[in-house]
């Protein structure tokens, strides 16, 4: 089993900057990739970036491109998501999910845990 928590949602303007972090814990040791995926009200969950854990390749929705970045502090079992140039469509309830096996890094059906959700609210 893995646990993964993730903090650092909130409140901030168009154009502003937040980063949100995702601490694994629990059985970490055989994890394949890890990847951030958002759900806006009224809205199916979509895909925002994911992470190899071993050699750090790095996949972005097309709509993030250029403004997220994603990385990973292996010694800390902790992915971040570095959002830049926020927009209001941004907002979302963000999360963290792990996968222990290969997989189609974009498609949630692809990772066995997830977080609980940090809110992102991007006001215009």
């Known amino acids: 089993q893995v646990l993964l928590v993730e903090s650092g949602g909130g409140l901030v303007q168009a154009g502003g900057s937040l980063r949100l972090s995702c601490a694994a814990s629990?059985?970490?040791?055989?994890?394949?990739?890890m990847g951030w995926f958002r759900q806006a009200p009224g809205k199916e969950r979509e895909f925002v970036a994911a992470i190899m854990w071993s050699g750090g390749s790095t996949y972005y929705a097309d709509s993030v491109k250029g403004r997220f970045t994603i990385s990973r502090d292996n010694a800390k079992n902790t992915v971040y998501l570095q959002m830049n140039s926020l927009k209001p469509e941004d907002t979302a309830v963000y999360y963290c999910?792990?996968?222990?096996?290969?997989?189609?890094?974009?498609?949630?059906?692809?990772?066995?845990?997830w977080g609980q959700g940090t809110q992102v609210t991007v006001s215009s």
């Open positions: 629990g059985r970490t040791f055989n994890m394949h990739r």
């Open positions: 999910a792990s996968a222990d096996y290969a997989g189609t890094s974009s498609q949630k059906g692809q990772y066995n845990y």
